[in-house]
Nanobody, 121 residues
Framework: QVQLVESGGGLVQAGGSLRLSCAAS????????MGWYRQAPGKQRELVAT???????NYADPVKGRFTISRDNAKNTVYLQMNSLKPEDTAVYYC???????????????WGQGILVTVSS
């Protein structure tokens, strides 16, 4: 069993910054891709950013140039630095990762419980 604990959300004014963290713990042999998704009220969950085990990153167009995803493999933690926040960034942000429990295991996907980010205008 793997648990993801997200932190760093909250209320911020437009133009401000927040840093989200997501720490994984439990039965982890290795972690492959890690990422952040978000879901705004009345909308579907969407990709924000992903990062591979090798450090390659991918961003959704609306956040390019403003958000930065990073990871600390020693801590099994992924971060999302969010700058120049806009009201349209308001959403519940979810951490996601693929992991293996032992050598040769298949990759399993895990989701965090979500953390609210509210950007006021």
């Amino acid at each position: 069993q793997v648990q993801l604990v997200e932190s760093g959300g909250g209320l911020v004014q437009a133009g401000g910054s927040l840093r989200l963290s997501c720490a994984a713990s439990g039965n982890i042999f290795t972690i492959d891709a890690m990422g952040w998704y978000r879901q705004a009220p009345g909308k579907q969950r969407e990709l924000v950013a992903t990062i591979t085990s090798g450090g390659s990153t991918n961003y959704a167009d609306p956040v390019k140039g403003r958000f930065t995803i990073s990871r600390d493999n020693a801590k099994n933690t992924v971060y999302l630095q969010m700058n120049s926040l806009k009201p349209e960034d308001t959403a519940v942000y979810y951490c996601n990762l693929d992991h293996r429990r032992w050598y040769g295991d298949r990759y399993l996907e895990v989701w965090g419980q979500g953390i609210l980010v509210t950007v006021s205008s």
